[in-house]
């Protein structure tokens, strides 16, 4: 299996429930974050796909992380002095102030599509999550430093630039992958 899912010892587990956290780690450190968290029997979680790739003296198989600079990890907060202290990793995401919890049906999710990326060799792309509302830039093209306003329309995405004094807006289509949101509009479901 192409995803690498750790799992600690029967008897390992603090009495409080473990939930499953995103941590971030220094560039190219995934593989040794996991191993640390391995060895103090943290459940870890490193989604990679294998992919194939010609180079000009020859085809090699190779893994490739679906989220690079981050491992899943499953721990109670009584481990947490432990995960934060492990090598490479820089911090656990966040949000309103709290870890952010994963839910085990998104990790789930998550293995199965690397399952299922590596069995048919298909290349995922990445592509941001970009809302309607949300505050964007343009990162490349002809628009490349333009800030703006993600409008969805007719099910295609599109950029607003506007002069709020005057009330008007001016929008074009836009490729979402050119696309880094500045600030989010909302709480996203």
């Known amino acids: 299996m192409p995803s690498e899912l750790r799992r600690p010892p029967q008897g390992a587990q ?33 989604p990679v796909y294998r992919l194939d790739v010609q180079w000009t003296d020859r085809r090699k198989t190779v893994d490739q992380l679906l989220y690079p600079s981050y491992v899943f990890a499953r721990f109670s907060t009584s481990q947490l002095p432990q995960v934060l202290s492990t090598r490479g990793l820089v911090m656990i995401l966040r949000a309103g102030g709290r870890l952010a919890v994963i839910p085990d049906e998104e990790i789930e999710n998550v293995r199965r599509f690397a399952d299922a990326v ?49 009330g008007e807006g001016l929008a074009v289509d836009v490729d979402g992958a050119s696309l880094q949101v500045i600030a989010a509009a909302g709480p996203h479901p």
């Open 14 to 46: 603090s009495a409080e429930i473990p939930a499953w956290y995103a941590c971030y780690t220094r560039g190219r450190h995934e593989k040794k974050v996991a191993s640390h968290l391995d060895s103090r029997n943290i459940e870890t979680f490193l």
């Open 118 to 166: 590596t069995d048919h060799r298909i290349a995922p792309e990445r592509e941001a999550l970009i809302e309607a509302g949300d505050r964007v830039r343009v990162l490349t093209g002809p628009l490349a430093g333009i800030e703006g306003v993600a409008v969805l329309r007719r099910g295609r995405r599109r950029l607003l630039v506007a002069l709020s004094t005057v």
